[in-house]
């Protein structure tokens, strides 16, 4: 076994300029990355609605864009979490983040909406690259007995993008328009990209590079192989009831608000203080992640999100829809962050990439079927109560297959 001692005593190996690179430090520049990325995804349901004015577009052109975003999401998981093994963590880590800066900022020169969904596609890619690629790296960087929490942490990073977004659309795209907004998505992308370049890669994967030579198809067939198919079966599960229930409930709120009657509540000082309470759920879930478990987070998480799903379907008063919003936040998106930290655990390095690159590819394609049911649901006149028991359902046969199929890995050194 190799020895890992030197490389998790708190530092990575290599140079960032003079300095050797903390975990702390690529925690910072990972989650940055991480952040800017959720203010772009932030912002689209704003800039789709600049869009329509400008572009006069009709319902199912503005449904387009999102599901382009979503497919390009799925794609990019698959596509790059294989590379991820094949390539390395910091190689893809930086071809993601560019491909998804320059498709940003050249999407605000877009002058039709073919060449934006074509742009919003390459941006889905290298976001849902990005993402599974960035929790490999870091939890095959970072000492087995922080390395749940850290991860979740990355992961919250995702909530302050959300939070900024929410400012940027607020006040930059009623005064400047929706194309500055996007140009200031991407600029910070660069920056991010030259602090990577100092970044040594995962100190896992630079171990067994030179040692395992597999090919992408037999890498594929190992995640269905004997030894990981129980566990895989279980993650593609949880990572589809998981993004199916996230995106039909979150990207349909601001419209399940109306269709209640709550017409006092202003999206702006909705989405605040969902995004606010993302933050507390967050936290918790890495402080309870090294404590209790892989399992015991995404199981308690995902049934207090059931539980809130339901509340909110059913709320009738103002005070009530609130605090299941709120409570529907922090429980949901704590279970996004024990989810992330949870996937690169349960392979073996010279699999890691693959098997979370299609678990994520997999959750991709309940976010595109999520939205799309809630649409149809609402067309055909089911109640939102209804529509949200669906998802409550939903989120339970997740924590279910991680309780009967799922092992507990906390603290566990990576295979």
Not at 394 to 401: D, H, Q, R, T
Request: charged letters at 10%; hydrophobic letters at 55%.
């Amino acid at each position: 076994m190799e020895n890992t001692k030197g490389i998790y005593s708190g530092h990575l190996h290599g140079k960032f300029g003079h300095k050797e690179i903390s975990s702390r430090k690529l925690l910072g520049i990972a989650g940055t990355a991480w952040m800017f990325d959720a203010m772009d995804v932030g912002m689209l349901s704003f800039i789709i609605a600049a869009l329509q004015v400008e572009w006069n577009l009709t319902p199912g052109q503005m449904g387009w864009i999102g599901s382009v975003n979503s497919i390009g999401m799925a794609v990019g998981a698959f596509v790059f979490g294989l590379m991820a093994d094949k390539a390395g963590r910091k190689s893809v880590f930086l071809i993601t983040l560019l491909l998804f800066s320059l498709a940003s900022g050249v999407s605000a020169f877009a002058s039709s909406l073919t060449i934006f969904l074509i742009l919003r596609f390459l941006i889905g890619a290298g976001l849902g690259g990005e993402l599974p690629v960035a929790s490999t790296l870091v939890s095959e960087s970072v000492p087995a007995e922080k390395r749940g929490s850290t991860v979740v942490l990355l992961e919250s990073f995702w909530a302050v993008g959300w939070l900024v977004s929410a400012l940027i659309s607020y006040f930059v795209i009623p005064s400047y328009g929706w194309q500055i907004a996007l140009i200031i998505s991407a600029l910070p992308a660069f920056y991010v990209i030259y602090l990577r370049m100092g970044l040594p890669d995962s100190p896992q994967f630079t171990a067994v590079k030179q040692k395992a030579k597999t090919s992408v198809f037999e890498n594929l067939a190992k995640v269905w192989s004997q030894e990981h198919a129980r566990q895989t079966a279980m993650i593609w599960i949880v990572w589809f009831c998981v993004v199916f229930s996230y995106y039909g409930m979150f990207l349909w709120l601001p419209s399940v608000m109306v269709m209640k009657g709550f017409s006092l509540i202003k999206s702006f000082e909705y989405v605040l203080i969902m995004t606010l309470a993302q933050l507390p759920g967050y936290f918790t879930a890495a402080w309870c992640i090294e404590r209790f478990g892989r399992k015991f987070v995404l199981v308690v998480y995902l049934i207090g999100t059931a539980a809130s799903a339901y509340l909110f379907g059913t709320a009738d008063s103002t005070a009530l829809l609130m605090t299941a919003g709120i409570l529907l936040s922090f429980f949901n998106l704590g279970a996004w962050g024990g989810l992330y930290a949870y996937t690169p655990e349960l392979y073996p390095t010279i699999i890691r990439g693959t098997g979370s690159g299609m678990a994520a590819a997999v959750g991709r394609i309940g976010g595109i079927l999520g939205p799309l049911l809630v649409g149809y649901l609402v067309t055909q006149k089911f109640s939102v109560s209804t529509i949200f028991t669906i998802f409550c359902i939903s989120i339970l046969i997740g924590a279910l297959a991680v309780w009967i199929l799922g092992k507990e890995t906390k603290q566990k050194e990576l295979a």
